[in-house]
């Protein structure tokens, strides 16, 4: 493997990386204030968002690269005192992991490319559950 070549590809992934990292941080708050039946998909992503972090950091090992380790806290983007907001939040989080794997879609991998557009579209679909609405991907069909 060229790691020279690579380079683009490890920086995308640590972008998803850190995205994920403070989305596990930001679904563990969330899933607090939630009410049961909410939080069973809050405790579901939060489930599958440690698996794709795993995930990550195997890519990123295999191409020589140490995956960031994770903050010990995240700031959030606004307080989470009621179901509501947790919902906000939930949906907040899963428009900004999408956004990250977006960076995959450029790469020239094309494993990577349709890995990050699907995650990207998996997190489109669950903003769409939690606020009723999320943000346009132009070229991407949903």
Known sequence: MNRAADAPASAALQVVLA????????YGVAGARLGPGPRAAAQQTWTEL????DDLASMLAARGAQ???ARAAYQLPFPVHS?????????YL????AAAYLGLVAL???????WGARQAQACAVR???WTGRTTA???LRL
């Open 19 to 26: 995205a994920v990292n403070a989305a596990i941080y930001g």
């Open 83 to 91: 179901p509501h907001a947790a919902a906000s939040l939930a949906g």
């Open 50 to 53: 440690q698996a794709i972090r």
């Open 137 to 139: 991907f132009p070229g």
């Open 94 to 97: 899963e428009d900004r992991l």
């Open 127 to 129: 903003a769409t559950g």
């Open 67 to 69: 995956p960031t380790a």
């Open 108 to 114: 020239e991998d094309p494993q990577l490319r349709s």
